[in-house]
Every structure is written in C-alpha cells, then in structure tokens.
C-alpha cells in the first residue's frame, strides 16, 4: 500500500499538471477572444450592428482566424512559465528526491513492470522529434523563411548531441528520475520556443532563432536526457535480459515516430494546423514525464531476476503484440494515405494512439508484492562497475563505436530530418 500511494500521489500530479495546463490554454482562449471579437454577442457575428454602433465592418476572417488557432504567444509563455516553475520546484525544494539513498518507498518485482512500461511511455514522448521531417515543410512556410534557414532549423535538433555525454554524467551522480525530469521538461520548453516563433510578430531572423534554439533543446533532450536514461536505466535493470528489454524501447521510439507523423496527418494537418500541433506537443512530454518520475530507477538487485512466471512471461509477450500490430497499422495507414486511397481521419490517427497506449493496461494486471528489506531499497548508479568516460575515449573501441554511431545513426537522422524537402524535389505536393 505504501508503494501505491507513492505512485498514485505522482499520477495525481501529472493530472493536477494537465487541469492547469487546460485552463491555460482555456484562459489564453478567451483573452484572445475578448481582444480581437468586435462584440459581445456570439449571434451578432450572423447580423451586423448598425453603422452607428461599428466604426468598421465586422472582420468574419480574423473572428474565423481565432475560431481556428485559438493559441496564442502567450500560451506557449505561460506554458514556459509554468515548466520553469515546476523544475525550480523539483530541484531546488525537492531535490533530496533525486539521491537514490533517500528513497524509502518498498520495492519489489512489480516494479520492473512499472519501469518497462513508464519507459517505454518516455519513449512514445521522445520520438516525437523524429516526426519533425513530416512538417518541415509546413514549418518553412508558415515563418515564411528560405530553404536554407528551415535546413538550419532541422539540423540544429541533433546538433546538441555532441555533448550527450552531459546526460550521462547526470545520470551517474543523480540517478535516471533526475535526468528524466530534466529532458522532459527541457523537451516541453523546446517545443515551447518553436510556438513562439510560429505565433508571435518578431523578425524572421528571430523567429528561425528561436525555432533553431527550440530544436536543439527537443533533440539533445530527446536524446540524452529521455532516450538514453532509459535504456540504461532498464539496461542496469535487467542485466540478464538487456538485449530484449533495450530492443523493446528502442522499437518503441521508432513506432513514436510513425505515431506523431500520422498524428500531424491524420489530426492536425487539415483540421487543427501547426499551431496546435505543436502546443500538444509540448504539452505531452511534461505531463508523462511528471506521471512517471515515481517508477524510473534503477532496480536493486532483489527486482533483476530474469523472467520464470507464465504470467511475466504472457505479459511481456503481449507487450511484443501490441507493438507488432501498432507497426502494422502505421505502415497500413502511411501506404493508404499516400497512394491516395484514403482521405487522412481522426479516427485513424486515434487508433494509433491508443494502440501506442495500450500498454498502459497492463498495470492494471500487476500486483503489489511483499516490501523489501531495507537493504534492498538502495541502488545507485554510482555503485557500477566498468570503465569510466576518462579512461574509455583513450582507447580505440570507443572511437570505433563513435564512428559507427556517426555513420549509421548520422546518416539516417540527416536523411529523416529533411525527408519532406527530400521528397518536394520529387515533385511531391505534400511531404507528408
């Protein structure tokens, strides 16, 4: 029981997050509104005033302009304002958390499930910048910027990995939740960075800086601060099943990626516009990661035994299923859409949606087992074994592990990274 009320009080935060940042875009909704409606009476926009009470003509496309954006600069700055608070919060009053000795809460082998599965939810949130090639396009065209400039734009998301060994040093000394909270938040603020250049009046010059500064915050905390954490942290976990635990996140961040593509295809493109998309998308990476923060550790010793109960073993193989049918769907969707057999439906892009949070049903199925002994409850990263960073580059096995990850990895990003201009050379119309 312990163990749930610890839970269910971080779940309970992430929704209380999600309430207010409801009413904040509600609240930027009607400032807008009260700025911009020329009357008080909604059924006044269908008749006029009489030229006495108008000093103009009702503007029914800038009325029809609110109707459909709805999102303002200042969404996204109370939205900045209340992640910066929320990390004041966690780091400066609450920062005895993030010491791995301090956690009292009893753990035991249900907790890798909620590790698993709360990961592979950071994943779904990650992957979202792997989408950014599907409205690359859109993006260019809506700040009104040249070719160069939006390639700027894009190349600026994986430019911050340079430095990605930052996010493992963060991960050493304070743990995975530390990390986790950072990119998350770090994550939102970039997405953030990117409205304000879209909604606001600034220079273009501006605008691609912005864009270009929020790109790099999504990437760098995609990749060092949410992506890599996990995988190490399930990687520490799970020290006789790495390869099936890591191989399940990573095919988890691949299908995120299809799931935001067809998300902005399906949902966003023709009904809601970019704007939109990008509020959500920075909406969801900070509640999921608050909602998460009270099951990423690293698993002390008495939780890493390998997987030996029919019931572990029916769950993670309906985990593999899930997966299985998501990819098939995204892949379905994607040709339909593509040959123009489909018109794009919030119906589908819903399915996909829920398919990616599926996994989530299984919690329901895992049961809280008997507290561990206080000697149990300690595990820190910094109790590891291997090599350090200062001793590893001097060596030739990581410069060859460096070279293939800048090969294959580089390569891919590039090309994915710049797949809608790829594809407008093809003639395509739409790169989606």
Same mark, same amino acid.
């Given at each position: 029981?312990?163990?749930?009320?610890?839970?269910?009080?971080?779940? !309970?935060?992430?929704?209380?997050?999600?309430?207010?940042?409801?009413?904040?875009?509600?609240?930027?909704?009607?400032? &807008?509104?009260?700025?911009?409606?020329?009357?008080?009476?909604?059924?006044?926009?269908?008749? %006029? #005033?009489?030229? =006495?009470?108008?000093?103009?003509?009702?503007?029914?496309?800038?009325?029809?302009?609110?109707?459909?954006?709805?999102?303002?600069?200042?969404?996204?700055? @109370? !939205?900045?304002?209340?992640?910066?608070?929320?990390?004041?919060?966690?780091?400066?009053? @609450?920062?005895?958390?993030?010491?791995?000795?301090?956690?009292?809460? $009893? #753990?035991?082998?249900?907790?890798?499930?909620?590790?698993?599965?709360? =990961?592979?939810?950071?994943?779904?949130?990650?992957?979202?910048?792997?989408?950014?090639?599907?409205?690359?396009?859109?993006? #260019?065209?809506?700040?009104?910027?040249?070719?160069?400039?939006?390639?700027?734009?894009?190349?600026?998301?994986?430019?911050?990995?340079?430095?990605?060994?930052?996010?493992?040093?963060?991960?050493?000394?304070?743990?995975?939740?530390?990390?986790?909270?950072?990119?998350?938040?770090?994550?939102?603020?970039?997405?953030?960075?990117?409205?304000?250049?879209?909604?606001?009046?600034?220079?273009?010059? /501006?605008?691609?800086?912005?864009?270009?500064?929020?790109?790099?915050? &999504?990437?760098?905390?995609?990749?060092?601060?949410?992506?890599?954490?996990?995988?190490?942290?399930?990687? !520490?976990?799970? $020290?006789?099943?790495?390869?099936?635990?890591?191989?399940?996140?990573?095919?988890?961040? &691949?299908?995120?990626?299809?799931?935001?593509?067809?998300?902005?295809?399906?949902?966003?493109?023709?009904?809601?516009?970019?704007?939109?998309?990008?509020?959500?998308?920075?909406?969801? %990476?900070?509640?999921?990661?608050?909602?998460?923060?009270?099951?990423?550790?690293?698993?002390? %010793?008495?939780?890493?035994?390998?997987?030996?109960? $029919?019931?572990?073993?029916?769950?993670?193989?309906?985990?593999?299923?899930?997966?299985?049918?998501?990819?098939?769907?995204?892949?379905?969707?994607?040709?339909?859409?593509?040959?123009?057999?489909?018109?794009?439906?919030?119906?589908?892009? =819903?399915?996909?949606?829920?398919?990616?949070?599926?996994?989530? /049903?299984?919690?329901?199925?895992?049961?809280?087992?008997?507290?561990?002994? %206080?000697?149990? #409850?300690?595990?820190?990263?910094?109790?590891?074994?291997?090599?350090?960073?200062?001793?590893?580059?001097?060596? !030739?096995?990581?410069?060859?592990?460096? &070279?293939?990850?800048?090969?294959?990895?580089?390569?891919?990003?590039?090309?994915?990274?710049?797949?809608?201009?790829?594809?407008?050379?093809?003639?395509?119309?739409?790169?989606?």
């Amino acid at each position: 029981w312990p163990n749930k009320t610890h839970r269910i009080v971080h779940i !309970m935060r992430g929704g209380i997050v999600l309430v207010a940042l409801a009413a904040l875009l509600l609240g930027c909704v009607g400032l &807008a509104t009260a700025d911009n409606a020329t009357c008080e009476d909604a059924s006044l926009l269908q008749t %006029p #005033r009489k030229s =006495s009470e108008f000093s103009l003509p009702l503007n029914l496309t800038l009325v029809d302009g609110i109707r459909k954006h709805r999102i303002t600069t200042e969404t996204f700055l @109370g !939205m900045v304002a209340a992640v910066l608070i929320f990390l004041t919060w966690e780091f400066f009053w @609450g920062s005895a958390k993030y010491h791995e000795e301090a956690l009292t809460a $009893p #753990r035991g082998l249900p907790d890798r499930w909620w590790l698993v599965i709360m =990961s592979a939810m950071i994943q779904v949130v990650s992957g979202s910048v792997y989408a950014m090639g599907a409205w690359q396009n859109d993006l #260019r065209d809506f700040l009104g910027i040249s070719m160069t400039s939006a390639t700027i734009v894009g190349a600026m998301t994986f430019m911050g990995n340079l430095a990605g060994f930052l996010g493992g040093m963060l991960f050493d000394r304070y743990g995975p939740k530390a990390a986790v909270c950072l990119g998350s938040c770090c994550l939102s603020l970039g997405y953030c960075l990117i409205g304000v250049a879209l909604t606001s009046g600034l220079g273009k010059e /501006l605008k691609v800086l912005l864009a270009s500064l929020g790109s790099l915050m &999504a990437g760098y905390s995609s990749v060092s601060l949410l992506d890599n954490i996990t995988c190490m942290a399930c990687s !520490m976990s799970f $020290p006789q099943n790495r390869a099936a635990v890591v191989g399940y996140l990573k095919a988890v961040l &691949a299908t995120a990626g299809g799931l935001w593509a067809l998300l902005w295809v399906q949902v966003f493109r023709n009904r809601f516009g970019l704007v939109s998309f990008i509020a959500i998308s920075a909406i969801a %990476p900070f509640v999921v990661g608050v909602t998460s923060l009270s099951s990423i550790r690293v698993l002390p %010793p008495h939780c890493r035994e390998p997987l030996k109960d $029919p019931g572990e073993i029916l769950r993670a193989l309906t985990l593999i299923f899930l997966l299985t049918v998501l990819t098939f769907f995204d892949v379905w969707a994607g040709y339909e859409y593509a040959k123009g057999l489909g018109a794009s439906s919030w119906i589908t892009g =819903s399915i996909a949606l829920a398919l990616q949070m599926s996994p989530l /049903l299984l919690l329901v199925t895992v049961k809280e087992s008997v507290q561990a002994s %206080p000697s149990d #409850r300690i595990c820190s990263p910094r109790n590891r074994t291997g090599l350090s960073f200062q001793t590893a580059y001097k060596g !030739m096995d990581f410069w060859l592990l460096w &070279a293939c990850q800048f090969a294959v990895f580089g390569a891919g990003v590039a090309t994915n990274q710049n797949l809608a201009l790829i594809l407008e050379t093809t003639g395509h119309s739409s790169a989606s």
